[in-house]
């Protein structure tokens, strides 16, 4: 049950970074995402009755069994490392305007 919702979560969510609470990573991207007025939703992962079994299928999923685990337009991106990376790449934003995360007025 939680792979299907893991990726109803980041079908019908520009980006989502599933996270924990109490991580210094997910705080990092988070911050980030913040900054650049990007429009993400976070899970936290050590919130949810279901989060260890969301995390479960992220692994499944991605690969990825760490957090933050970041999607963007429905792409996986990857961890704090790949999100920092494509920032530092001048390709973070690009991305997040073409998935209509940022640069959109809000009604």
């Given at each position: 049950?939680?792979?299907?919702?893991?990726?109803?979560?980041?079908?019908?969510?520009?980006?989502?970074?599933?996270?924990?609470?109490?991580?210094?990573?997910?705080?990092?991207?988070?911050?980030?995402?913040?900054?650049?007025?990007?429009?993400?939703?976070?899970?936290?992962?050590?919130?949810?009755?279901?989060?260890?079994?969301?995390?479960?299928?992220?692994?499944?999923?991605?690969?990825q069994?760490?957090?933050?685990?970041?999607?963007?337009?429905?792409?996986?991106?990857?961890?704090?490392?790949?999100?920092?990376?494509?920032?530092n790449?001048?390709?973070?934003?690009p991305?997040?305007?073409?998935?209509?995360?940022?640069?959109?007025?809000?009604?």
């Amino acid at each position: 049950m939680a792979l299907p919702k893991a990726k109803e979560l980041v079908s019908s969510n520009t980006v989502v970074v599933f996270s924990k609470s109490y991580c210094p990573y997910c705080v990092t991207v988070k911050k980030l995402f913040t900054q650049l007025g990007a429009d993400f939703k976070a899970i936290e992962l050590d919130q949810e009755s279901d989060g260890s079994e969301l995390q479960a299928a992220l692994k499944e999923w991605t690969g990825q069994k760490t957090v933050p685990n970041v999607f963007i337009g429905g792409n996986h991106i990857g961890g704090c490392d790949a999100t920092q990376a494509l920032h530092n790449q001048g390709k973070l934003v690009p991305l997040l305007t073409e998935a209509g995360a940022v640069g959109q007025t809000t009604a």
